[in-house]
């Protein structure tokens, strides 16, 4: 029998899988199937990203029309889930409603393990959190239009209108950076899942539960907020100096690989600039600015991808609930794919613990049992 090893907290730095999705480096770098992101992000759409990382390949022009038609064709939801909608509270998070809904329509496929029903799910995503963003603001129900990409189509759900095309692609960009990001928390534990041989609905349903933390997707939401309070100071680098005194967390900051430089942050800082600039008011991108500056000289964090991502979404009018869900309507398409090469070579995932429990206690029984001290 091998001999067991303790791996570090958090598994930081114990390689558990080989793959060929995405790889993130320490350097700063970060490839999709063999591509630099920033080439990506500069050249492709989001649906050929997306088909990239499901298939491991740029699409041909045909395999891209059936693609986008596949992912059109089968935007429809169930006609359940807007009565399903209208169950939950108002004050119910948008992320605890897409999860139950991915659950839900799980219980209503007819072959769930079937083989295109992992596009198929991913393709509702737009109409899914579009849907959730009407129930909960008393507003119609969402109209996917199948003539345009998946991208616009969320976009336009969501703010209800047509924004002009260089807002249409900024959109587009930051969701091809949020669309995989090899094994965050998010990921593994969609690969945990699969190696059970649960269906693809079990695992997504899973991975938007551990999306929902405010250290993995719940981050940019919070990003926007301290954005908008130092905003109101006279001085951004005193409230963050203040909040670093206090031993707060600064949300945006800070990642598990990248040390010195997230480059999906970087290139959104960019187009956030020129997005700003576009309004004709550049004061909220010096604040960010500010704070990102203050950080580094500060603590050494860069900026990560929901520092950045947060403000162009804002300057989109996108209501500021929906951040995490376009997180995961982005991320479902890097999702599938981990599912999918976890089954081709799977092995449960099954690690062991260290127990540091009390040992040899007998039962008493309760009629002899007092009250456990306290203190």
């Given at each position: 029998?091998?001999?067991?090893?303790?791996?570090?907290?958090?598994?930081?730095?114990?390689?558990?899988?080989?793959?060929?999705?995405?790889?993130?480096?320490?350097?700063?770098?970060?490839?999709?199937?063999?591509?630099?992101?920033?080439?990506?992000?500069?050249?492709?759409?989001?649906e050929e990203t997306a088909y990239l990382i499901l298939n491991g390949n740029l699409p041909s022009a045909p395999e891209l029309k059936d693609f986008h038609d596949l992912l059109s064709h089968d935007s429809v939801i169930?006609?359940?889930?807007?009565?399903?909608?209208?169950?939950?509270?108002?004050?119910?998070?948008?992320?605890?409603?897409?999860?139950?809904?991915?659950?839900?329509?799980?219980?209503?496929?007819?072959?769930?393990?079937?083989?295109?029903?992992?596009?198929?799910?991913?393709?509702?995503?737009?109409?899914?959190v579009a849907s959730i963003h009407s129930a909960r603001n008393g507003l119609p129900p969402p109209v996917y239009n199948q003539g345009e990409n998946y991208s616009d189509n969320l976009l336009a759900m969501l703010t209800?209108?047509?924004?002009?095309?260089?807002?249409?692609?900024?959109?587009?960009?930051?969701?091809?950076?949020?669309?995989?990001?090899?094994?965050?928390?998010?990921?593994?534990?969609?690969?945990?899942?699969?190696?059970?041989?649960?269906?693809?609905?079990?695992?997504?349903?899973?991975?938007?539960?551990?999306?929902?933390?405010?250290?993995?997707?719940?981050?940019?939401?919070?990003?926007?907020?301290?954005?908008?309070?130092?905003?109101?100071?006279?001085?951004?680098?005193?409230?963050?100096?203040?909040?670093?005194?206090?031993?707060?967390?600064?949300?945006?900051?800070?990642?598990?690989?990248?040390?010195?430089?997230?480059?999906?942050?970087?290139?959104?800082?960019?187009?956030?600039?020129?997005?700003?600039?576009?309004?004709?008011?550049?004061?909220?991108?010096?604040?960010?600015?500010?704070?990102?500056?203050?950080?580094?000289?500060?603590?050494?964090?860069?900026?990560?991808?929901?520092?950045?991502?947060?403000?162009?979404?804002?300057?989109?009018?996108?209501?500021?609930?929906?951040?995490?869900?376009?997180?995961?309507?982005?991320?479902?398409f890097g999702w599938v794919a981990h599912y999918n090469e976890q089954l081709r070579e799977n092995k449960i995932i099954r690690p062991d613990a260290d127990y540091i429990g009390p040992k040899g206690l007998k039962y008493?029984?309760?009629?002899?049992?007092?009250?456990?001290?306290?203190?």
């Open positions: 029998m091998p001999e067991k090893f303790r791996a570090p907290r958090g598994l930081y730095d114990v390689i558990v899988a080989d793959t060929s999705i995405s790889k993130s480096s320490s350097d700063g770098t970060l490839i999709y199937s063999g591509y630099d992101i920033n080439d990506l992000a500069n050249h492709a759409s989001f169930p006609p359940e889930i807007p009565r399903l909608l209208e169950l939950f509270p108002r004050s119910a998070h948008p992320i605890d409603m897409l999860r139950t809904c991915v659950s839900l329509i799980g219980s209503l496929v007819e072959n769930p393990s079937g083989k295109n029903s992992h596009v198929s799910l991913a393709a509702k995503f737009p109409s899914l209800g209108s047509q924004l002009h095309s260089f807002e249409r692609r900024s959109f587009e960009q930051v969701m091809l950076f949020y669309l995989e990001h090899d094994l965050n928390a998010s990921t593994f534990t969609t690969r945990v899942v699969a190696s059970t041989q649960a269906d693809v609905f079990a695992a997504i349903t899973s991975a938007l539960a551990a999306l929902k933390g405010p250290l993995h997707g719940g981050a940019n939401e919070a990003a926007l907020g301290l954005q908008l309070a130092a905003s109101k100071q006279s001085s951004p680098e005193s409230y963050i100096d203040e909040l670093l005194s206090q031993g707060k967390k600064v949300p945006g900051f800070g990642h598990r690989v990248y040390k010195t430089v997230d480059p999906r942050a970087q290139f959104c800082k960019a187009l956030f600039r020129k997005l700003s600039e576009a309004k004709s008011s550049t004061d909220y991108y010096e604040v960010c600015a500010k704070i990102e500056a203050r950080m580094w000289e500060k603590k050494k964090l860069p900026a990560n991808l929901d520092f950045y991502a947060a403000p162009i979404f804002y300057l989109l009018d996108l209501p500021v609930e929906t951040y995490t869900s376009i997180f995961a309507a982005s991320r479902v008493i029984p309760l009629a002899q049992r007092g009250p456990l001290p306290r203190g």
